[in-house]
């Protein structure tokens, strides 16, 4: 991004997000999780290194589809990428409990379609 703060032209690179979808059809969750694990790392790492500053963050850049952004939005919005994540894993692993529950299921979201618990 520029450092000019008051700048908008900063087009980000075009990114194929299924590209995933056809290189990893074969491979084994092992090496799909030690990829990710190095990756995330270094990323971090990297992201790290920046010692980004609030004007930094501030920083416009310009998203092809969503318009103008800031770096701070981008970084959040990847945060909030990774929580979904997170919460689709936390789900997986609630329904595995759904016939054991009885009659809580309507109270415990994670188990069901509603996002939240159902009140009387």
């Known amino acids: ?5 008051t700048r908008t032209d900063v087009r980000f690179a075009p990114f194929d997000r299924f590209q995933h979808r056809a290189r990893n059809t074969s491979r084994p ?25 609030a004007t930094e963050l501030d920083l416009p850049g310009e998203h ?3 318009g103008p952004v800031t770096r701070r939005q981008l970084l959040a919005a990847w945060v909030v990428h990774d929580l979904g994540h997170i919460a ?10 759904g016939g054991e529950i ?7 979201p994670a188990v069901s379609t509603r996002l939240s618990p159902a009140s009387r």
């Open 64 to 66: 092809p589809s969503l």
């Open 102 to 108: 009885g009659p809580w299921t309507p109270y415990l």
């Open 1 to 5: 991004m520029d450092s000019d703060a």
């Open 29 to 53: 969750l092992s090496s799909l999780i030690e990829e990710f694990t190095k990756l995330r790392a270094a990323n971090v790492d990297v992201l790290r290194s920046w010692q980004l500053s």
């Open 88 to 97: 689709q894993a936390a789900r997986v692993m609630a329904k595995q409990y």
